[in-house]
């Protein structure tokens, strides 16, 4: 079955870098196109970027473009989100999602993992 | 940016019940419309895509309609497993914005 299982979140200070991970099995993950999006604590859900299957494509919310760079690595079944000059309003659990096109790009999300940028 | 707008942002409803809701965008999105499910603690669960089309596995008592700015979300029979909180997102043009959320609570 389909399985997309975030890494690498944790505690960091303004200004720092972390970068997510995510693991997908359970499909042809070079078939599809990955996103990121994110949920502060009590709050709604954010698109943050997505990524073609050959990764020849990127776009970016205005709030992270310049700080978040999506990739990905098709022969380790990977999706990654570098994250710069992270900021207090970044805190939030990120999720990965699976999408079949363009439009359709949260079909299965993984179980998270929460950044928290605090001094 | 395209804004969505979702009413009600809370409901109380009953099992059993027939329950809508509603999801406005600012601009017209033609049927580029998702729906989600999202649960405390847990990953969103997709719904429907393209405005009306039932994702696969999702049961049939959910249903969307819609077209240009104004699409609902109708849910015809309400069990205990639909408690949640349900998003529509916007999948017309970058950035894909969601509505606030409706909560949708047991009566």
């Known amino acids: 079955q389909v399985q997309l299982v975030e890494s690498g979140g944790g505690l960091v200070k303004p200004g720092g870098s972390l970068r997510l991970s995510c693991a997908a099995s359970?499909?042809?993950?070079?078939?599809?196109?990955m996103s990121w999006f994110r949920q502060a604590p009590g709050k709604g859900l954010e698109w943050l970027s997505y990524?073609?299957?050959?990764?020849?494509?990127?776009y970016y919310a205005d709030a992270v473009k310049g700080r978040f760079t999506i990739s990905r690595d098709n022969a380790r079944n990977s999706l990654y989100l570098q994250m710069n000059s992270l900021r207090a309003e970044d805190t939030a659990v990120y999720y990965c999602?699976?999408?079949?096109?363009?439009?359709?790009?949260?079909?299965?999300w993984g179980q998270g993992t929460l950044v928290t940028v605090s001094s | 940016d395209i804004q969505m707008t979702q009413s009600p942002s809370s409901l109380s409803a009953s099992v059993g019940d027939r329950v809508t809701i509603t999801c406005r965008a600012s601009?017209?999105?033609?049927?580029?419309l998702n729906w989600y499910q999202q649960k405390p603690g847990k990953a969103p669960k997709f719904l429907i895509y393209?405005?009306?089309s039932l994702q696969s596995g999702v049961p049939s008592r959910f249903s969307g309609s819609g077209s240009g700015t104004d699409f609902t979300l109708t849910i015809s029979s309400l069990q205990p497993e639909d408690f949640a909180t349900y998003y529509c997102?916007?999948?017309?043009?970058?950035?894909?914005?969601f509505g606030q959320g409706t909560k949708l609570e047991i009566k």
């Open positions: 999602a699976r999408g079949v096109t363009v439009t359709r790009l949260g079909d299965y």
């Open positions: 359970g499909f042809t993950f070079s078939d599809y196109y």
């Open positions: 990524i073609s299957s050959s990764g020849s494509t990127k």
């Open positions: 601009q017209s999105i033609s049927s580029y």
């Open positions: 393209a405005g009306s």
């Open positions: 997102q916007q999948s017309y043009n970058t950035p894909y914005t």
